[in-house]
């Protein structure tokens, strides 16, 4: 596996992305793991801010998604930002397990080694975080139940990951 290169370091202040339109329409593929084994899948949910003094980012996976496992057992993920040419790439990961498929196999995607997890070559952006707080969606909690109407239908509830956003590395 390659190491980091052609990526510059900047701080989360330094970052001008509109994450609206970057995950409701680009998408990222979320990637938790070691060297050894690891496992990424698309997502459009989640979100960055300031939470407990410190740049956070949020994300969303449901426990029958093998990414779950990893993002259980690891404390760190990467969020991966591509440029619309990757956009088979998403879909595939998106759509296709990697209890059934060699995702970087079938897509051509080429893993790199971050300071703490694996990211991918072809990124624009890549966002690296440490877990600091996960729990379960819950019935209960949720004032619209409209959502749980339109997202839950089978009681599926996502299981939400705050992660510290440790390093971000910007490709150029």
């Known amino acids: 596996m390659e190491k980091i290169d052609n990526f510059s370091l900047i701080s989360p202040f330094e ?5 609206f339109n970057s995950l409701d329409n680009d998408w990222m593929l979320v990637t938790a793991g070691d060297e050894q084994k690891y496992n990424t899948m698309t997502a ?3 979100g960055f801010g300031i939470l407990w003094n410190k740049p956070v980012a949020f994300i969303f996976i449901r426990p029958q998604r093998y990414t779950f496992e990893f993002t259980e057992q690891n404390n760190q993920f990467t969020l991966s930002f591509f440029e619309e040419q990757h956009r088979d790439a998403l879909n595939f990961c998106g759509a296709k397990s ?4 060699d995702k970087m196999k079938e897509t051509g995607l080429t893993p790199v080694k971050t300071n703490n997890g694996i990211a ?16 379960f969606l819950k019935a209960e909690h949720f004032i619209d139940k409209g959502v749980i109407q339109k997202n839950y239908p089978k009681s599926d509830f996502h299981r939400m990951y705050i992660g510290e956003i440790k390093s971000i590395y910007r490709k150029g």
């Not at 990697?98 to 498929?101: I, L």
């Not at 991918?120 to 729990?135: G, H, N, P, T, V």
Request: net charge negative; hydrophobic share 30%.
């Open 120 to 135: 991918f070559e072809e990124s624009r952006l890549i966002i690296e975080c440490e877990k600091l707080y996960a729990d």
């Open 98 to 101: 990697g209890r059934d498929y």
């Open 15 to 19: 970052l001008t992305e509109n994450f």
């Open 44 to 46: 459009s949910w989640g």
